[in-house]
């Protein structure tokens, strides 16, 4: 069984282009239940869609990797698959640290980004057509609210004790860079919206850990 979690303020049309042996269900987004709502009580409202008894996978992209992480730590029979995120709070990149340190992402008005479609493909390197137009309407969709919780979480995460992860990351993702850190399937080429872009690679992978493990 296949548990997918989209990047923030994405939902199922990021999956449309994976094919994966089994069943897989996307969980989606919940509304925070307060500004504040810690990380990990999130995860716990969203883990209940996953059974206890049931070994299964958790596949998160971006934001959704953190909290793949953190329903990994409620789930031991779980193994965790990350797309273009972190395993580790300390792999943010220094722009983000710097956010972090300094508390300036309280003033990122995050209304913005949606009328910068342009700017936001080369951040996501999302190519042209197809990958451009779902970009644009998932920047549209995204509630600044929900998008301003979110970040708050990322830049104040504790990562100590998560659970062990099998990284896929673009060579060039510009908005979420791996730096030193190891990645297990480093795809040449591929950007930050590669679970779009390069949907069939990611399929292999996804489908080739499945074989090794010998169930899904």
Known sequence: MWYLIPGLGADERVFRGLRLPGPATVLHWLPPLSPT???RHYAARLAEAVPPSQPCWLVGVSFGGLLALEVGRLRPLARVVLISSLADAHQLPPLLKLGRAT?????????LLPRLP????????ARNGREYRLLARILRDTNPSFARWATRQ????DSAG???AVRLHGTHDRLLPAGAAYIDYP???AGHFMIV?????????????????GWW
């Open 187 to 189: 795809l040449p080429g």
């Open 197 to 213: 872009s390069h949907a069939a690679a990611v399929s292999r992978v996804l489908q080739q850990l499945a074989e090794q493990a």
């Open 103 to 111: 508390g300036l992402h309280r003033l990122v008005p995050f209304g």
């Open 118 to 125: 342009r700017l936001a493909q080369w951040f996501f390197g």
């Open 37 to 39: 709502e810690p990380l």
């Open 154 to 157: 990322l830049l104040s995460w």
């Open 162 to 164: 998560v659970p062990a």
